[in-house]
């Protein structure tokens, strides 16, 4: 599976922003898909996952009520909508994909097989 994620960008503190991650490669529907993210001098850290098939998601604490994540599985294509930005959320961005995980083991980055290449999020006035 070779991922590609896109949508990244600067936006104002408060603003809304939108990313995707598009895969290739075949039975995208049978992986779980994760964001994560890496700040400058920071580890990279979990923001959200969706299960595979039937989509169940997990968010970072952090982020909760304020992104959602999402498939569409005839795409190819895992969104992550992030409203209510603060100048914390500037990060890189990576998408993830990984098969058979179970739910305890969505938030690590050990559970996820492929990465894409990231994108860049600046929050900012």
């Known amino acids: 599976v070779q991922l590609q994620a896109s949508g990244g960008g600067l936006v104002q503190p408060g603003g809304s922003l939108s990313l995707s991650c598009a895969a290739s490669g075949s039975d995208f529907r049978s992986y779980s898909l994760g964001w994560f993210r890496q700040a400058p001098g920071k580890e990279r850290e979990f923001v959200a996952a969706i299960k595979r098939y039937g989509g169940d998601t997990f968010y970072a604490d952090s982020v909760k009520g304020r992104f959602a994540i999402s498939r569409d599985n005839a795409k190819n294509t895992v969104y992550l909508q992030m409203n209510r930005l603060t100048p914390e959320d500037t990060a890189f961005y990576y998408c993830?994909?990984?098969?058979?995980?179970?739910?305890?083991?969505?938030?690590?980055?050990?559970?996820?097989?492929?990465w894409g290449q990231g994108t860049q999020v600046t929050v900012s006035s």
């Open positions: 993830a994909a990984g098969s058979r995980i179970i739910s305890s083991q969505m938030y690590y980055i050990r559970s996820y097989d492929y």
